[in-house]
């Protein structure tokens, strides 16, 4: 080697040994860390402040959001907007609605009543959710769903859907009860409420909150219909209530009322139709798609006695409330983009709070249960404020 070859050779070196590395880094982050155990990015679900409770106010607010009907993100097209919003907008502006409305409301949790994503455009179910999902999980609120009629067209399960759902960061999503073997569908199941801190009803429940798989489709008689909630469901629903009604008392309080409970569920029952010819607050704008078959729901829930209000989805266009033997029946009102709705009339979305009694300066247990709307526009504008249940 001759003075003048050693810069030129230490170059060639130099570059081919960068060649190597770079060569080894790329096959190293493309190919083999698919492979090689124990060098996956391992996410742990992070987990909701639970249980939920009642705020020093005396108040627990609920934020229902249904029929997101999620696609693929920024490339999928809004249905039944006006001609000067569509060519901008996208699933994301249903993104932007939730995030909308968790700031404005602040509520203690959230409830997604089903079609949470578009299964039929979803490319892969696991990243709609995802995405669908995301405000809820931003905002580190504790937050639930169950399934509705769309969910599971795409790339996964309706089992697989909730144990995706339940697996999700700050979810309180359930499959169906640990304990109870035979309940169909996935997504059954119960959250409890507790009182104020520091107060007597601190570790009670003064809030039930019952959460209920109405299925997809079904076919009865050769006719295609939709889902119902079948007999092992109603059955699981009235031996808990029963149980969190005598057996989950404070000790030393006295209270002639039960605690109050309300039911979430996506596909409205049949006698949704009857508040057609009864006052409802709201409106009624489409059919409602319920099932042919008729599984006794409002009967089970009347002979319940602490069911006070049933929160559903579905019908996107049908946003009202209706009282049924008793029992308080309301829609959301689809808040998605990708979902059917009516080129201006907002989407929209459905608050429900609970306020606790004061007696002696002690916060007991509940005695009024409201609910209002909020819609998509500059305001967020709040509609059809109205009680639902108060103690007598
Ligand atoms: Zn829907």
Request: proline residues 3%; negative net charge; hydrophobic residues 40%.
């Amino acid at each position: 080697m001759t003075p003048t070859d050693f810069p030129i050779k230490c170059e060639q070196s130099f570059l081919y040994l960068s060649f190597i590395f770079t060569s080894l880094y790329v096959l190293h982050c493309s190919v083999l860390q698919r492979f090689l155990l124990g060098h996956e990015q391992v996410h742990i679900k992070k987990s909701a402040d639970l249980p939920l409770r009642f705020r020093s106010d005396g108040t627990f607010k609920i934020l229902q959001v249904s029929d997101m009907h999620f696609g693929n993100g920024a490339a999928t097209r809004c249905r039944d907007v006006l001609p000067s919003e569509f060519g901008s907008c996208s699933d994301l502006n249903t993104t932007r609605f939730v995030r909308r409305l968790i700031e404005a409301e602040r509520p203690d949790f959230i409830a997604f009543t089903g079609d949470n994503i578009f299964g039929q455009t979803s490319v892969d179910a696991a990243e709609s959710m995802f995405r669908a999902f995301t405000p809820a999980m931003e905002s580190k609120l504790p937050w639930a769903a169950i399934l509705g009629n769309h969910d599971q067209e795409s790339t996964m399960t309706r089992e697989e859907l909730m144990s995706f759902i339940s697996l999700m960061d700050y979810s309180i999503s359930e499959i169906n009860p640990p304990a109870e073997k035979g309940i169909h569908g996935f997504g059954n199941y119960h959250l409890q409420v507790h009182g104020v801190l520091g107060s007597s009803l601190a570790n009670s429940s003064v809030l039930n909150l019952f959460f209920l798989d109405s299925g997809d489709r079904e076919v009865v008689n050769g006719r295609r219909t939709y889902g119902w909630i079948r007999e092992s469901q109603l059955c699981w629903l009235q031996g808990l209530s029963q149980k969190l009604q005598y057996g989950g008392r404070w000790e030393g309080i006295s209270t002639d009322s039960l605690t109050p409970a309300l039911a979430f569920f996506h596909i409205p029952i049949p006698e949704i139709w009857d508040l057609w010819y009864k006052k409802f607050i709201g409106q009624f704008q489409e059919a409602v798609a319920c099932s042919s078959v008729n599984s006794g729901v409002l009967r089970a829930f009347v002979s319940t006695g602490d069911i006070k209000a049933a929160f559903m989805g579905h019908d996107h266009k049908n946003d009202f409330c209706g009282n049924l033997n008793g029992i308080w029946f309301c829609y959301g009102g689809g808040s998605g983009y990708h979902g059917y709705g009516m080129a201006g009339w907002p989407r929209r979305a459905r608050v429900i709070q609970a306020e606790l009694e004061q007696k002696y300066r002690e916060w007991t247990g509940v005695k009024r249960i409201s609910t209002w709307k909020r819609l998509d526009n500059e305001r967020l504008s709040v509609i059809d404020d109205q009680v639902l249940w108060e103690l007598q």
